[in-house]
């Protein structure tokens, strides 16, 4: 698995595509089909950003096949937090309903083949893997 | 990277990635529009749940105005975001 480290913060997340793109074209993937996983580590990386309560930077793991992409994000120093169990967003509610907040796990949750929660070392390891599709 | 062009009569075209870096950015400029508006989605690569949650605060702001708000043009990719937040159904996507 390649990794690479990235400051907490959301202009990380230009530097993070450009990381996920050059890994998948040097494995002569086409980086189009990386949607999904550009979402699933958005939404995993800005909810640690947020939420997480650390001070170090993100590790981000990558690894691939022809057909799909695992991914690790590990964040060091918080406390325990299993993401896999967030609360479930009713995407049935009329917009008036609708509240901030939520919807991004949604999403990883609905394009994630497996969705992976572990902590050791007072450190948050979330794994996942996409599809690489067109 | 992420721009909004903006034409005439209340067409706009969003271009780039809408992601959470970029989010506050389109904010201010989406609160700036009081008026009908149609967005052609066809150069937007990428949205995520921070780009949606911009679309959906001017989605209730101009309806609430009386004004209709179209979101035109996107690519599959793009409307499967929508779709897997259930607001294909809810939002004005032509």
Redesign the interface.
């Known amino acids: 698995m390649v990794m690479r480290r990235f400051p907490r913060t ?2 990380s ?2 530097s993070i ?1 450009s990381f996920v793109h050059e890994f998948l074209a040097e494995r002569g993937i086409d980086p189009e089909h990386a ?1 999904d996983a ?2 699933v580590i ?2 995993l990386f ?1 909810n640690m950003v947020k939420y997480g309560g650390g001070q170090a930077d993100i590790a981000i793991g990558l690894d691939a096949d022809p057909a799909r992409l695992t991914i690790e994000l590990r964040d060091a120093g918080v406390e325990e937090w299993d993401v896999t169990q967030s609360a479930p ?1 009713d ?6 309903q ?1 509240r ?1 907040g939520g ?2 796990l ?2 990883v949750k ?2 994630a083949e497996n969705f992976r929660y572990a902590y050791r070392d007072r450190t948050s390891i979330v794994t996942v893997t996409t599809r690489l599709t067109p | ?1 992420f721009d909004i062009e903006i034409g005439t009569a209340g067409n706009v075209k969003l271009v780039g ?1 809408l ?3 970029e989010a506050d950015r389109a904010q201010q400029i989406f609160r700036g529009f009081n008026h009908p508006l149609t967005a052609d989605f066809s150069d937007l690569e ?1 949205i ?3 780009g ?2 911009v679309l ?1 605060e001017t ?2 702001r101009l309806t609430a105005a009386g004004h209709a708000f179209r979101l035109t043009n996107m690519k599959p ?1 793009v409307r499967n ?1 929508f779709t ?4 294909d159904r ?2 004005q996507i032509e």
């Open positions: 959301v202009g997340l230009q595509v949607h550009d979402l958005e939404e800005t967003v995407v049935e509610a009329p917009l008036e609708r901030p919807l991004g949604h999403l609905r394009v | 990277m990635r992601d959470a870096a990428y995520s749940s921070a949606i949650a959906i989605y209730k990719r975001v897997y937040a259930g607001l809810l939002l």
